[in-house]
C-alpha cells in the first residue's frame, strides 16, 4: 500500500504528515489520545503552558510502554526458563 497525506491535530497544533494507508487509523487515534490525556491534565491539575502539557503525556505514554515492554521482556525470560526445564525433562527420559 502506499503512502498518504493526512493533518492531524495535537494540542491545537495541525501537523501534516505522510503515513501508509495502513497506519493512518492508528496514527489518528494516538492523536486522539494524546489530545485527550492532555484535556485530562488540563482540567485536573493547575496546569496551562500546552508545552507542560504535552511533557506530562508524553511521559504518561512513554512510561506505559516501558512497562509494557518490561512484562513482555519477563514474560518471555519465564517462557525460556520453562522451555528449558522442559527440554532437561525430555533429555533426561530419552537418555533412559
Do not use: C, W
Not at 492531524?8 to 486522539?32: C, Q
Not at 517462557?79 to 532437561?88: I, M, P, Q
Request: charged share 35%; aromatic share 6%.
Amino acid at each position: 500500500m502506499g503512502e498518504i497525506s493526512i493533518k492531524i491535530t495535537i494540542s491545537d497544533r495541525i501537523y501534516p504528515l505522510k503515513v501508509n494507508t495502513e497506519e493512518e487509523e492508528i496514527v489518528r487515534r494516538a492523536a486522539k489520545m494524546i489530545n485527550e490525556r492532555i484535556k485530562d491534565y488540563q482540567d485536573n491539575y493547575a496546569v496551562r503552558d500546552k508545552q507542560d502539557l504535552l511533557s506530562m503525556a508524553v511521559l504518561h505514554y512513554a512510561t506505559a510502554v516501558l512497562r509494557t515492554e518490561n512484562k513482555v521482556q519477563n514474560q518471555d525470560t519465564a517462557v525460556a526458563d520453562k522451555v528449558e526445564e522442559l527440554d532437561g525433562l525430555l533429555n533426561d527420559f530419552f537418555s533412559k
